[in-house]
Every structure is written in C-alpha cells, then in structure tokens.
T-cell receptor
Framework: TQLLEQSPQFLSIQEGENLTVYCNSS?????LQWYRQEPGEGPVLLVT?????EVKKLKRLTFQFGDARKDSSLHITAAQPGDTGLYLC???????????????FGPGTSLSVIP | GAVVSQHPSWVICKSGTSVKIECRSL??????MFWYRQFPKQSLMLMAT?????????EQGVEKDKFLINHASLTLSTLTVTSAHPEDSSFYIC??????????????????FGPGTRLTVL
C-alpha cells in the first residue's frame, strides 16, 4: 500500500515570506500532482510532474519531482493572502496493467498567509 | 479545461433517508470516475472507483451496500447514500478521468474534480 506524507501539516506565515511544502513516499509514482483546495470546493489541479528531477514553475510556485520519483516539493515565493488554502499532493499509481488504478492523496498542508 | 459538475451542491436530510448525488462530466467522456469523502481539515479519502458499464471497486472499509454507485453512461455517475446517519455527514467529491492506462503512456489523462457535495444528516 502506498502512503504519501506531507509536511508541514499546518503553516501560518506573513505575506511576502517564502515557504516550501514537502511530499514524501516510500513508493515510486508514475506521476505526481499538486492540488489546491479552498473550503467548500473541490481540489484544483496546479501541476503534474512526471519525470524524475523535473522542475516546473507556475508564476511564484515552483514544483520539483525527486530523482527517484518518490518525493516532491512545492516552493512558494513571496506568498500572498490569495495563496491561502489546503495544498494536496497526489500520486498516480499508474504502474501496472490494472484498469482500476487510483490516485492516492497526501494528508494535505493547510497554508494561511497573513496580510 | 474539462468541467465536472455535482448535484446537489449541498443537502440536508433526516436520519434513515437515502440521498443521491450526481457527478457529470460536461465536456468529455469519462470512462472512469472516482468518489471521495472529506472530513473537515482532512484530506480526500477514496471511497470507490467506477468504470462505465461495470461494477464499482470499493476501497477497504467502505460499505458497498450503503454507498451505491452507478456509472451507467460515459458522462454520469451517481452515489447513493442509503439509510444515512449523522456519521455519514461529510463533503463528498467526485472526479472524472477521460481514459484508462494505455501501454507507452507514462500516465493517464488528468482527473478533473467536481465542486463537491456537502451532506448533513440530522
């Protein structure tokens, strides 16, 4: 059974600060996604990383996939109040032939950016 | 991007009644749909995976007789919570995926999530 861990679980920072959220597993994933969720809404996909060592940037967000494809990080530069939300990493267990593959979610990191 | 809708967005019901939640892919055909539940300040927990035209696969600990899933078409999946009780109160989220794993592809098409349904059982 694959298990994704995220750290920190909660994070409260001042506007303008930088932060990094980590997603770790003992298993290898074919791809890994990062989502952002606001209260009462469904998760919104931010990025998908596929290749080990891959780095993707989305404005002030930088995503990295570990070389071994077991871990990932999300770095936010100059955080803004609008970045507040629950950040979820999810691993796609696509290795194999089964049709009923599934995506496993990490426990999430709740980020609060204080103006 | 692809759009997934859920209906209703919220529902309040009495204990013992059944509630049906619909999940629709609006601009693509979803061969696979997933149902999740999420408790406050927690992550999404996968309940079941359904493929169009076949029985759903339930995760361990999820009662298939209580959470009935029907995926009768490529654009619609329904989750029925039967004989709901207060402990079933939760945020239910569906997601839809356009295609299944195919040889040569490193990953399948992205999951697109619905906006969720808030169920409150009194």
């Amino acid at each position: 059974t694959q298990l994704l861990e995220q750290s920190p679980q909660f994070l409260s920072i001042q506007e303008g600060e930088n932060l990094t959220v980590y997603c770790n597993s003992s298993s290898v994933f074919s791809s890994l996604q990062w989502y952002r969720q606001e209260p009462g809404e469904g998760p919104v996909l931010l990025v998908t990383v596929v290749t080990g060592g891959e780095v993707k940037k989305l404005k002030r967000l930088t995503f990295q996939f570990g070389d071994a494809r077991k871990d990932s990080s999300l770095h936010i530069t100059a955080a803004q109040p609008g970045d507040t939300g629950l950040y979820l990493c999810a691993g796609d267990n696509a290795i194999g032939q089964a049709s009923y593959d599934k995506v496993i979610f990490g426990p999430g990191t709740s980020l609060s950016v204080i103006p | 991007g692809a759009v997934v809708s859920q209906h209703p967005s919220w529902v309040i019901c009495k204990s013992g009644t059944s509630v049906k939640i619909e999940c629709r892919s609006l601009d693509f055909q979803a061969t696979t749909m997933f149902w999740y539940r999420q408790f406050p300040k927690q992550s999404l927990m996968l309940m079941a995976t359904s493929n169009e035209g076949s029985k759903a696969t339930y995760e361990q600990g999820v009662e298939k007789d209580k959470f009935l899933i029907n995926h009768a078409s490529l654009t619609l999946s329904t989750l029925t919570v039967t004989s709901a009780h207060p402990e079933d109160s939760s945020f239910y989220i569906c997601s839809a995926r356009a295609s299944m794993w195919r040889p040569g592809r490193p990953f399948r098409d992205t999951q697109y999530f619905g906006p969720g349904t808030r169920l409150t059982v009194l």
